[in-house]
C-alpha cells in the first residue's frame, strides 16, 4: 500500500513541477481613444468624438470631445517663440500633452507638441526644436 502513496507522490511531484505554458495575451480593446494627440487632430472631428462633442462658454477650452477621464480638450492659444514674435494658434490637449498648429507675422503654419507648464500655461516645442511659451486665450 504504501508503494501506491509513493507512486502517486512521485507522479504529482513530475506533473507539478513541469514548466506551465505563459498565459495568452489579453485582446486589444478597441476605441477612438488616440495614444497621442497630433497636430492633424484639431482640423476634424470623427463620427465617434462628435456623439460626445460638448461646448462650456464658461470655460476656456472651445469645445471637448470624449468621456470622463479621457476628455480631448481644444484650445486657442497665443504666445511667444524664443526671439520675442508673437504667435497664435490652436492645439487639442489630452491630460497634460497635446498638439496643434501655429501662426504668426514671421512664422508659417508650424507643428506643435505641447505640454502644459502650470493652469493656463503651456511649453511648446517645434520639429526644429524651437521653443514657444503659450497661454490659453
Not at 478597441?30 to 470623427?46: E, G, L, P, Q
Not at 462650456?56 to 477650452?61: A, F, G, P
Request: contains cysteine; aromatic residues 12%; glycine residues 8%.
Amino acid at each position: 500500500m504504501s508503494k501506491n502513496y509513493l507512486i502517486l507522490l512521485l507522479l504529482f511531484s513530475f506533473y507539478s513541477c513541469e514548466k506551465s505554458s505563459a498565459p495568452p495575451p489579453l485582446p486589444q480593446v478597441n476605441s477612438f481613444y488616440k495614444t497621442a494627440v497630433t497636430a492633424d487632430d484639431r482640423k476634424t472631428i470623427t463620427p465617434e468624438e462628435a456623439k460626445t462633442y460638448h461646448v462650456n462658454k464658461t470655460y476656456q477650452y472651445e469645445y471637448r470631445t470624449g468621456n470622463p477621464g479621457n476628455y480631448e480638450y481644444n484650445y486657442d492659444v497665443k504666445g511667444i517663440n524664443e526671439k520675442g514674435d508673437s504667435v497664435c494658434g490652436n492645439i487639442n490637449v489630452q491630460g497634460k500633452y497635446g498638439a496643434g498648429i501655429l501662426t504668426g507675422d514671421t512664422v508659417a503654419e508650424i507643428e506643435i507638441n505641447t505640454e502644459w507648464v502650470s493652469y493656463g500655461k503651456l511649453k511648446a516645442v517645434d520639429k526644429k526644436g524651437n521653443q514657444y511659451n503659450l497661454i490659453v486665450k
